[in-house]
């Protein structure tokens, strides 16, 4: 079944980094875009970043550009989050989600966040 | 950027209810809606796309209408386990944005 697996989570002190790994499975993983989404302890869910298919087209949220990075390694399945300089508002639970995608007139476009992962924690603290 | 803003932000209903749910973007973003269904713990489930696409393996109690600015997420006949938090989220241009959600809670 297509599944998507988090890891990487923990506790870090303010101004550390920390990177999260998403490895996909049961679809072919170079073939779709890929995102991460967070939610904030007792919060609504935030749109962090996404990247195309091929790695191409990064895309962040205000509040972690410069910060965050997005990357892939499609020959390992695998989405990656880097993020720096960690800060005590970014403690939330983060998912991984790949990107649902569908063909207007033979263009491609997303249109939302199809299959999640279960969430891996990040806890900024000192 | 697109803010989105969702209304009610908490409603109490029964088992057999009608329930809608409302969604208002700060531009015109044609279609290009969706809807998740999030329990305690759990990861979103996207409901509905581009404003009216059910989801496969969604059920047809859940619809989805609108387009420009404004949308409505509904469903017909509330079930027990439809009691959760639904999200809206805009995917017309970057930086995607959520609506801050509605609570559906048992009356």
């Known amino acids: 079944q297509v599944q998507l697996v988090e890891s990487g989570g923990g506790v870090v002190q303010p101004g550390r980094s920390l990177r999260l790994s998403c490895v996909g499975s049961g679809y072919i993983f170079s073939n779709y875009g890929m995102g991460w989404v967070r939610q904030a302890p007792g919060k609504g869910l935030e749109w962090v970043a996404m990247?195309?298919?091929?790695?191409?087209?990064?895309h962040y949220a205000d509040s972690v550009k410069g910060r965050f990075t997005i990357s892939r390694d499609n020959s390992k399945n695998t989405v990656y989050l880097q993020m720096n300089s960690l800060r005590a508002d970014d403690t939330a639970v983060y998912y991984c989600a790949r990107a649902g995608e569908t063909d207007i007139d033979g263009l491609y476009y997303y249109y939302g966040m199809d299959v999640w992962g279960q969430g891996t924690t990040v806890i900024v603290s000192s | 950027d697109v803010q989105m803003t969702q209304s009610p932000s908490s409603v109490s209903a029964s088992v057999g209810d009608r329930v809608t749910i409302t969604c208002r973007a700060s531009h015109d973003i044609t279609n290009w809606l969706a809807w998740y269904q999030q329990k305690p713990g759990k990861a979103p489930n996207l409901l509905i796309y581009?404003?009216?696409t059910l989801q496969s393996g969604v059920p047809s109690r859940f619809s989805g209408s609108g387009s420009g600015t404004d949308f409505t997420l509904t469903i017909s006949s509330l079930q027990p386990e439809d009691f959760a938090t639904y999200y809206c989220?805009?995917?017309?241009?970057?930086?995607?944005?959520f609506g801050q959600g509605t609570k559906v809670d048992i009356k």
């Open positions: 581009t404003a009216s």
């Open positions: 989220q805009h995917t017309k241009t970057f930086p995607w944005t």
């Open positions: 990247l195309w298919y091929d790695g191409t087209n990064k």
